[in-house]
């Protein structure tokens, strides 16, 4: 595994310009030169803009989603290649927010991803099962199952990121243990060879980012709520090899 860890702030449906002022001026600073891990800022689309002013080689944009569509008559959505000039690097795809709100299915996703790459973005993948799937034993079996389904393209696996996000952890402050990522991560580059870089999130913060960022098959964090605070996310980019 690369030494340089890949830390993704999601900030879903947050933030405002003084957001942007506030939290990526200061990370623009931090993340110089020296600096030797890449973060990929996601803010809602209408920062994106505004957030490219503060990227530089070390900080990335992505966007939280994309239309499943290449343009046309689809009245409030927004194609991959209209990000990609946007200056986006990255995409999310198949959050699990969207798959539950907006009843994104693996089809839609395998239209989102083929669209995606053809508009030269890379994506961020978001995998995982919910508590119930858990508790039943299954679980690594339905994230097999899903990415079957969700990969089921012609795709470059350098061009995709997978995000295991166990949907139980997500927003509840309840991070996956130590050794409950280790055992995804472990199966699924296995069974996978190696091909995929993945990255964990739920529930990561200034407190548990810095041992799952040691973990050796985890190639970085996806954060929510704890990228939209200055001090916490310093804490959790502050992390050396
Ligand atoms: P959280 O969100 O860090 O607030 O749990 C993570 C995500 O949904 O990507």
Redesign the pocket.
Known sequence: MENHKLI?A?W?MNGSVNTVLNLLKPLNQFCNMDYSNEIIICPPYTLIQEAKNFSNSKISLGAQNCSDHTDGAFTGEISAKMLAELGCKYV?IG???RRKYYNETSKIINSKILLAHSAGLKVIL?IGEDQETRNKGNYLDSIYKQLNSDLNIEHDPNNVIL?Y?PLW?????N?ASIEQIEEIHFNLSERFENKYKIVY?????GSNAHDILAINSVAGV??????LNFDEFKKIIDYKN
């Open positions: 993704i999601n879903k999310i959050h699990s927010e978001c995000a996000e952890s997500i927003g509840t402050g991070a999130g739920g529930s990561v913060n996806l954060v929510g709520a704890a990228s």
